[in-house]
Every structure is written in structure tokens, then in C-alpha cells.
């Protein structure tokens, strides 16, 4: 009990495996996500401080590395399902929120539970470190279906996740960084081994061009 168990549902985290149920060239655990999300929100953070926005890095750390924990008590859910009514997102989210709690309060020490109900919670709020995750754990989504395109993968599901992690991203477009994104590392991610012609890029001009 406590926090040793806190300490050893950090590799239980490797073990879960994002997009269950669908073939895969290259698995990604919900471990390394948070991990890749915390270090793009680094760079994003970084781009908006250069052009004189203010940043609480303690926040923005704090929000990225622990965005997902609750996904040790319910799995990742695949995006398209998520979100396909906001009724079934809110359920999930009370179903992580409930469940995070009773881990807070069996798990971790009294004196540092308010600390960790605060760690826990959503992150991705109106501040302009919750809108970085946000944007952050839509990059990371982005690269991991393109790659799945890339490769070949005949599964439908990754072109539509690509679709819905782009769509998000451009809703930040406010942001210096999400500018930065669209202008400079897009373009090179398509130019990469993929043929101009094909669905991804398709896709990609007609998200983009709902943004003109």
C-alpha cells in the first residue's frame, strides 16, 4: 500500500498499449506518450516564451508528464470512439475522475493528497499551458497515426485519427507555436516519403484549407 504501489503502477503504464485492437507496425504505450507529449509541449512552450509569452513551466511540466495517469484504471480509449458523442466523453471522464480519486485516497499519504488530486486532474484547461498539452497530445497523435500511414497500414482508423488530431490542433491556430507547426514542421512530416497525391495529403489540404 502507499506509495510504493504509486512507484510500481508507473511500469504498468508500459504495458498499456494506446489504440488497442487494431493492427499495428509499431506499438506506443500510454509511458512513452506521456513522455513524447512532455517533451513536444517543451518545444511548444518554448516558441510562445521567444515570442513573449509568459510560461509557468512547473505548470506545463506538471500537466504533461501526468495528462493520461488515469488511463491505469480504464485504458486507453481509441479517439474516434471517445468522441463520438459528448455524453460518452463526459462518462469517461467521470469514470477516470472517480477511479483516480479512490487511488489518491488508498494510495497516497494524506499530507500529499490534495497535491495529487490537483497533479490528476484534467489538464487541459483555458490557461496557456492547457492549451499547449492540448495541442502537444494532438502532435503526439498525429505522429503516430501518420506513421501508421506511412507504413502502409490498411486500417481506416489511423487516417481518421489523423484527421481529428489535425482538425484539433488547427482550433489552437491562435497560438504562436500551433502557427509555427502548421508553417514550418507539417510540411516537412508530408514531404517525407509520401506521395503527394495520396489520401493523407488530401486530407491534410482540405483540413487545412478550412482554416484560410
Not at 5 to 30: A, M, T, W
Not at 79 to 108: C, D, G, H, W
Amino acid at each position: 500500500m502507499g506509495i510504493h504501489n504509486y512507484f510500481k503502477s508507473l511500469s504498468d503504464l508500459e504495458g498499456i498499449f494506446r489504440c488497442p485492437g487494431k493492427f499495428k507496425y509499431q506499438e506506443h504505450s500510454v509511458a512513452s506518450h506521456s513522455f513524447k507529449v512532455t517533451k513536444i509541449a517543451q518545444f511548444l512552450g518554448t516558441v510562445e516564451e521567444h515570442q513573449g509569452t509568459q510560461i509557468d513551466w512547473r505548470t506545463l511540466y506538471e500537466k504533461a508528464i501526468n495528462h493520461d495517469y488515469a488511463e491505469l484504471f480504464t485504458g486507453d480509449i481509441k479517439t474516434p470512439v471517445k468522441y463520438a458523442m459528448p455524453e460518452l466523453k463526459e462518462l469517461f471522464s467521470q469514470v477516470e475522475e472517480t477511479m483516480t480519486r479512490n487511488f489518491i485516497a488508498q494510495e497516497i499519504p494524506e499530507e500529499f493528497q490534495a497535491i495529487y488530486e490537483r497533479l490528476f486532474s484534467e489538464g487541459k484547461d483555458d490557461s496557456i499551458e492547457g492549451k499547449i498539452l492540448a495541442v502537444a497530445d494532438k502532435i503526439d497523435l498525429l505522429y503516430e497515426s501518420f506513421g501508421e500511414i506511412q507504413k502502409g497500414n490498411p486500417e481506416t482508423l489511423f487516417l481518421e485519427i489523423y484527421e481529428e488530431a489535425l482538425s484539433t490542433i488547427i482550433r489552437y491556430q491562435e497560438l504562436h507555436c500551433v502557427q509555427y507547426f502548421l508553417e514550418n514542421i507539417l510540411p516537412e512530416m508530408l514531404e517525407e516519403g509520401v506521395i503527394p497525391y495520396t489520401q493523407i495529403n488530401k486530407v491534410s489540404k482540405h483540413i487545412l484549407g478550412k482554416k484560410q
